[in-house]
């Protein structure tokens, strides 16, 4: 049996120790950053924000295009239906928009998320064709279903608006028409938008939508102007694609013969 001097005896050194290390701790000197510690954290900050800053940023700009994209489906399934209700006619030109409001629960649809500024009659072009070029290029406006030649290859609504403005993006065409604003500053057939990512969505007249650069469809153009002027991106001459390509995509008769 152990003594109670002897408990007493183990308790006093237990309790010893402990105020020995309490002591040794209150004893060491504080320890703060260095400012060379504190230059390297701040270094790897910045570099880390570098990274992931334009990942962020085009993660964003990925989920806005696939909202335009959404947009122009439903803006598809309204031209659908018109044309289900109309013989198979799509809508006349002008106040094409106008014609498909009983078909389109919201207004929005017709606003691309990275150009919520512009009116909403504004930025998206109708594909018009061009009287001017020879031969003339038939669009879709008042173009019957059965006369447009694969319309899985022809651009029905292509989004447009010089962007400082937005003015135009009510009919669009093909880059073989005069440079300018027409039709009231609603037209301009060397109008183009590279609004996502170097590039822009389109709705074809089978009612798919594609993400296509101008140069594939349109031209060299990166926008036009507040005029209806097209720009190059870095200075230059606008150039068209061939005239085969983009008949391909603008030419509502065009079979690629």
């Known amino acids: ?44 900050i910045s570099i ?11 993660a964003r700009d990925k989920a806005r295009a696939a909202t335009c994209q959404s947009n122009l489906k439903q803006l598809g399934l309204a031209f659908e239906m018109y044309s289900m209700d109309y013989d198979e006619t799509y809508p006349c030109n002008p106040q094409w928009k106008g014609r498909l409001d009983s078909y389109v ?13 512009f009116p909403w009659h504004y930025g998206q072009g109708y594909n018009v ?13 008042g173009a019957s ?24 993006g009510c009919n669009a065409g093909p880059p073989c028409g005069p440079t300018g604003l027409l039709g009231g500053g609603s037209t301009s057939h060397w109008a183009v938008c590279r609004t996502h990512s170097g590039g822009s969505n389109l709705l074809f007249g089978d009612g798919h939508v ?29 150039v068209a694609v061939p005239e085969s390509t983009w008949r391909k995509y603008w030419d509502t008769s065009y079979g690629g013969i």
Not at 129 to 141: E, M, R, Y
């Open 105 to 117: 629960k919201n207004k929005e649809i017709y606003k691309c998320p990275n150009r919520t500024e």
């Open 145 to 168: 279903a059965a006369a447009v030649v694969n319309p899985a290859d022809k651009i029905l609504v292509a989004e447009w608006g010089a962007p400082a403005t937005g003015v135009g």
């Open 48 to 58: 880390l924000a570098a990274i992931l800053f334009p990942v962020l940023a085009q």
């Open 129 to 141: 064709g061009c009287a001017s070029a020879s031969p003339a290029v038939p669009g879709f406006a």
């Open 210 to 238: 594609a993400w296509l650069k101008p140069d594939i469809y349109h031209s060299n153009t990166d926008h036009i102007d507040n005029n209806g002027q097209p720009v190059v991106s870095g200075g230059g001459e606008a």
């Open 1 to 44: 049996m152990i003594s109670k001097p002897h408990i007493r005896r183990q308790n006093e050194r237990i309790s010893g120790l402990c105020e020995y290390g309490r002591v040794r701790r209150r004893g060491l000197p504080g320890r703060g950053f260095t400012l060379i510690e504190l230059l390297v954290t701040i270094a790897i």
